[in-house]
């Protein structure tokens, strides 16, 4: 597979030699190149290919696209020199051209490569043997302004979107997670605050015994203010105290039962949140890799095989 790396016009001479006219191949440490001559000149050049397979099926490529006029694209760089590449049907450039101090040399270059009839000044419009490597910036910016033309890039570009979203829906997942734990906690302290107003505020057992003493004046004026009204008044007395004893117990018992089984059910409450928030993430975060590889995936099918050059 070529690696967009072209060389200068004297590496491909020294290459090859001899030119002749036609296809020249070439092979320089264990890459693979090939160029094609007219005339004494060389036209067009390859980058390098790490297969001699890899190379010879770009031949063939450029073989097929080049009688297709189209199929050529013409530029120049920031010092005034001409180029053209030559595409195939996937847009993926297969091979470039040297340099030409005009652009009517460079389209009388393409006339002829792709009718095979070459006009009399064709061959001696006079090829720059400047580098193609030279003005690196210059030519990666219209590298990437090619890019953003391609349709690969649109499909991309939604595929990206959709990553988008799925990450907005994780991320308002998680917030409602959030939220239900964080009403749970404030439930819990809710229940906590009542058990505390009903098992600490005011102690209304103590009431009891005064509303018990008129009963007890009743009774004693009932007998008549018989002798035993003092250990009678006594034995009263001292059942209230029990009684009230035994209310408040019960009383702080089921408080503190209510307070227990509410902090239970908070603490059940804000651990499921906290499940659901760690799956919903887990989910989400599956999802957006899934996008992602797929974005991945189709960047690199509709980039075209430059091995091929179909």
Same mark, same amino acid.
Request: aromatic share 10%; charged share 30%.
């Given at each position: 597979?070529?690696? %967009?790396?072209?060389? @200068?016009?004297?590496?491909?001479?020294?290459?090859?030699?001899?030119?002749?006219?036609?296809?020249?191949?070439?092979?320089?440490?264990?890459?693979?190149?090939?160029?094609?001559?007219?005339?004494?000149?060389?036209?067009?050049? @390859?980058?390098?290919?790490?297969?001699?397979?890899?190379? %010879?099926?770009?031949?063939?490529?450029? *073989?097929?696209?080049?009688? %297709? *006029?189209?199929?050529?694209?013409?530029?120049?760089?920031?010092?005034?020199?001409?180029?053209?590449?030559?595409?195939?049907?996937?847009?993926?450039?297969?091979?470039?051209?040297?340099?030409? %101090? =005009?652009?009517?040399?460079?389209?009388?270059?393409?006339?002829?490569?792709?009718?095979?009839?070459?006009?009399?000044?064709?061959?001696?419009?006079?090829?720059?043997?400047?580098?193609? @490597?030279?003005?690196?910036?210059?030519?990666? *910016?219209?590298?990437?302004?090619?890019?953003?033309?391609?349709?690969?890039?649109?499909?991309?570009?939604k595929t990206e979107k959709k990553v988008h979203k799925v990450e907005k829906?994780t991320e308002r997942k998680v917030e409602k997670a959030a939220a239900a =734990?964080?009403?749970?906690? #404030?439930?819990?302290?809710?229940?906590?605050?009542?058990?505390?107003?009903?098992?600490?505020?005011?102690?209304?057992?103590?009431?009891?015994?005064?509303?018990?003493?008129?009963?007890?004046?009743?009774?004693?004026?009932?007998?008549?203010?018989?002798?035993?009204?003092?250990?009678?008044?006594?034995?009263?007395?001292?059942?209230?105290?029990?009684?009230?004893?035994?209310?408040?117990?019960?009383?702080?018992?089921?408080?503190?039962?209510t307070a227990e089984a509410a902090a239970m059910k908070a603490k059940e409450?804000?651990?499921?949140?906290?499940?659901?928030?760690?799956? #919903?993430?887990?989910?989400?975060?599956?999802?957006?890799?899934?996008?992602?590889?797929?974005?991945?995936?189709?960047?690199?099918?509709?980039?075209?095989?430059? @091995?091929?050059?179909?």
């Amino acid at each position: 597979m070529a690696t %967009d790396n072209y060389k @200068s016009l004297d590496f491909y001479k020294k290459g090859i030699g001899q030119i002749k006219d036609g296809f020249s191949t070439f092979e320089q440490n264990g890459n693979f190149f090939f160029t094609y001559n007219k005339k004494g000149k060389i036209y067009l050049i @390859s980058e390098d290919y790490t297969t001699e397979k890899g190379r %010879d099926n770009g031949i063939e490529s450029v *073989k097929k696209n080049m009688k %297709d *006029k189209t199929r050529f694209v013409k530029k120049s760089n920031n010092s005034g020199k001409h180029f053209f590449s030559l595409r195939a049907g996937n847009n993926q450039e297969i091979a470039r051209s040297t340099y030409f %101090d =005009s652009e009517a040399a460079a389209s009388s270059a393409i006339s002829g490569l792709s009718t095979g009839t070459w006009a009399a000044g064709a061959a001696a419009a006079g090829l720059a043997a400047s580098k193609l @490597s030279s003005d690196k910036k210059v030519e990666k *910016k219209e590298y990437k302004a090619e890019k953003k033309e391609y349709k690969p890039e649109k499909k991309v570009h939604k595929t990206e979107k959709k990553v988008h979203k799925v990450e907005k829906r994780t991320e308002r997942k998680v917030e409602k997670a959030a939220a239900a =734990s964080y009403a749970g906690s #404030t439930r819990k302290e809710t229940t906590t605050r009542t058990t505390e107003v009903k098992s600490g505020g005011f102690k209304w057992w103590w009431l009891l015994p005064l509303l018990l003493i008129p009963i007890l004046l009743f009774g004693l004026r009932g007998c008549g203010g018989c002798g035993d009204a003092g250990a009678a008044a006594a034995a009263v007395g001292d059942k209230v105290t029990d009684t009230a004893k035994e209310i408040k117990e019960d009383v702080s018992d089921v408080a503190s039962a209510t307070a227990e089984a509410a902090a239970m059910k908070a603490k059940e409450a804000e651990a499921a949140a906290a499940k659901l928030a760690a799956e #919903t993430k887990r989910k989400a975060e599956e999802a957006a890799m899934a996008a992602k590889e797929e974005a991945r995936r189709q960047a690199n099918y509709f980039s075209g095989n430059k @091995s091929s050059g179909y």
